[in-house]
């Protein structure tokens, strides 16, 4: 076992770790893997120990044995057969030039005994064309090769994608265990501490991110998108303008792209709080403004459009 309580952001999922464990040694994975959950869930986190495991001189361990050269090399960013890709910091999308090139190299002969992994690393950034490059290598994984894909929307990748993969996804924790972490591990007020854990859905990295993003302000920042999601609101605050608000105060950095990723994280926010409602239509309209998000729709209207989706409240009428 890796330790996975010690193991930020995969504390609580032991149980989790012991039925992939089980399964390392029984029927064994695919070789070509999807990873999914919503962000801060620990998907990085859990291909990379995959990844370690597949490698690892001593195979069968989930996460490895942590001490032989592969392993440290992993560890250390050194694997030449650990091949990473994800989308560039300023890009829209992963360009398929490199999804291209990835695939070149996973066909090089790998330097241990136990082939290549290609860790690809929020899938749902590959385009259409770039997933569609993509078939080949996930059909026919030469010389013992695997694949590991993350993704926060397994809905973004194509049909002929996901037939190729075994899909995992990664539990949710109790929000009590998330609440729990955030009183004994950070010093959030119990009071507060619900209100974040609720943010969270489960997902303890979500509720961490909101604490390195928001800094001790989050609260304030926070409390106003509930408002908004509130089913009856003739009164409060304006989703688009709230939203704004947050994009305005929170520094983000990089270029239009992050903002489009912080924005997505803060869409997955809206998501939960609606969810705690009991406001499952409005859900949907929020993962349809990610995928407006995703392309190259100009922000403002995006936001006004879910402002307006969301006042409608069709969870009550209909
Ligand atoms: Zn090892």
Redesign the pocket.
């Given at each position: 076992m890796m330790g996975a309580s010690k193991n930020f952001p995969l504390q609580g999922l032991d149980a989790f770790f012991h039925s992939l464990q089980d399964r390392l040694e029984g029927a064994g994975f695919h070789p070509a893997l999807s990873l999914s959950g919503p962000f801060g869930v620990g998907k990085k986190t859990l291909a990379y120990s995959l990844a370690r495991g597949f490698l690892?001189?001593?195979p069968g361990k989930l996460g490895?044995?942590?001490?032989?050269p592969?392993?440290r090399d992993v560890d250390r960013g050194m694997s030449v057969d650990l091949l990473v890709l994800e989308r560039p910091v300023g890009k829209r999308n992963i360009p398929v030039k490199m999804v291209r090139e990835l695939l070149g190299s996973m066909q090089i002969a790998s330097q241990g005994d136990h082939g290549k992994v290609a860790l690809l690393l929020g899938a749902e950034a590959l385009g259409i064309e770039g997933q569609n490059s993509l078939l080949k290598g996930l059909e026919e994984p030469e010389g013992g090769n695997r694949w590991i894909l993350t993704t926060t929307r397994p809905e973004a990748l194509l049909p002929t994608v996901r037939s190729r993969v075994q899909q995992l996804q990664i539990p949710l924790l109790p929000l009590s265990a998330v609440k729990e972490s955030l009183v004994s591990l950070r010093g959030i007020l119990p009071a507060d501490a619900d209100f974040l854990a609720e943010l969270s859905g489960g997902s303890m990295g979500k509720a961490y991110w909101v604490l390195d993003h928001f800094g001790s302000d989050w609260k304030s920042l926070l409390l106003p998108l509930k408002e908004c999601c509130e089913p009856d609101r003739s009164r409060g605050p304006d989703l688009a303008i709230a939203l704004e608000e947050i994009l305005q105060k929170v520094p983000i950095e990089g270029g239009a792209s992050e903002k489009r990723s912080f924005l997505d994280a803060l869409f997955q926010l809206l998501t939960e709080i609606l969810r705690q409602m009991g406001r499952f239509e409005a859900c949907d309209r929020v993962l349809e403004a990610r995928e407006l998000l995703s392309r190259s729709i100009p922000l403002t209207p995006v936001l006004r459009k879910l402002a307006v989706d969301l006042s409608m409240n069709p969870d009550l009428n209909g």
């Open positions: 690892c001189a001593t490895g044995c942590g001490t032989c592969s392993c």
